[in-house]
């Protein structure tokens, strides 16, 4: 059998107490494993610790270099072989941020006000190797802005110019450009338009499958994953209450949020 892409074994994952407030824990007890290859919805309601488990598990907050990021604090987490309990430094990190494309949620609002579309997005390329070939880097730009949806002539703008769906489709195209292994992608579609949110997610799943690599969505919305995943893990108050294909977790609610998604899938079949 071949590694696991992530691996977790009941693993709890707190925020540290500082000044007045206590610490707490977001993600309790989970354990789930993704194998290459797959696509995977993470969904549960706000405060479920979706974005606390995507954000460790790509690695920020593994150094523990900062005292308000979350760490695993029992149980283990593995991400291409690395060890995230124990924290990931140095050449090892670079190897794992490599590998892991993380997609943070509100990433649109961090593009560099002055740089056009297409800067932005190659900037990784450049980070990672300055010589990188100018025309190969236009090239997978124009190809992943087209698979994105995006208007021809978007590359040239500023991210001002650009509706807030335009600009968080910038920044998924960002966090693919370097062929991550595995992409975390926390709310992708946020911000963009409903009519084309189960298209975009679509867009990454596409792409990622294309290169028999790995990719977590992380959505509150089940019916934008539903085209794309091929399972979902299901989150609430920090502790998995369903996994499997959607119709399998919708068809078999063990616990009342899951009936609650089950009846509002059904409401809207209807
Ligand atoms: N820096 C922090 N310090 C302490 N607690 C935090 C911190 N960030 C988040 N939390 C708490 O951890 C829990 C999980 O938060 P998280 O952001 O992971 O949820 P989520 O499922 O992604 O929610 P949403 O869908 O609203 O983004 C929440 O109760 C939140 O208040």
Same mark, same amino acid.
């Given at each position: 059998m071949s590694e696991?892409?992530?691996?977790?074994s009941d693993v709890t994952i707190e925020y540290p107490a500082h000044s007045v407030s206590p610490s707490y824990t977001a993600v309790r007890g989970v354990s789930m494993r993704l194998e290459p290859g797959e696509i995977v919805g993470l969904i549960g309601s706000s405060g479920s610790g979706k974005s606390t488990l995507a954000r460790v598990a790509a690695g920020q907050g593994s150094g523990g270099s900062r005292d308000s990021l979350a760490r695993v604090v029992g149980g283990t987490l593995d991400v291409l072989g690395f060890d995230l309990r124990k924290g990931v430094r140095g050449r090892r990190f670079n190897r794992l941020t490599y590998g892991v494309g993380y997609l943070p949620q509100d990433s649109s609002l961090s593009l560099v006000s002055n740089m056009t579309v297409a800067e932005s997005v190659a900037e990784p390329l450049f980070a990672r190797d300055k010589h990188f070939n100018e025309k190969s880097a236009s090239l997978r730009v124009a190809t992943l802005l087209d698979a994105l949806l995006l208007p021809v002539g978007t590359a040239l703008k500023l991210p001002h110019e650009l509706s807030s769906g335009q600009r968080q489709r910038v920044s998924i195209a960002r966090s693919l450009i370097l062929d991550p292994v595995f992409l975390i992608a926390d709310e992708p579609t946020a911000g963009v338009d409903p009519s084309v949110r189960g298209a975009v997610v679509d867009v990454?799943? $596409? +792409?990622? @499958? /294309? @290169?028999?690599? $790995?990719? +977590?969505?992380? !959505?509150? #919305? +089940? /019916?934008? +994953? @539903? @085209? !794309?995943? #091929?399972r979902i893990i299901v989150l609430h108050e920090g502790v998995v209450v369903g996994v499997g294909t959607i119709d399998d977790v919708l068809a078999d609610p063990r616990h009342p949020y899951v009936a609650g998604l089950a009846r509002a899938a059904g409401g809207r079949a209807q």
């Open positions: 696991p892409v992530m691996a977790a990454i799943s $596409t +792409l990622q @499958r /294309e @290169r028999g690599a $790995t990719a +977590l969505i992380v !959505s509150h #919305d +089940l /019916e934008v +994953l @539903r @085209r !794309s995943v #091929d």
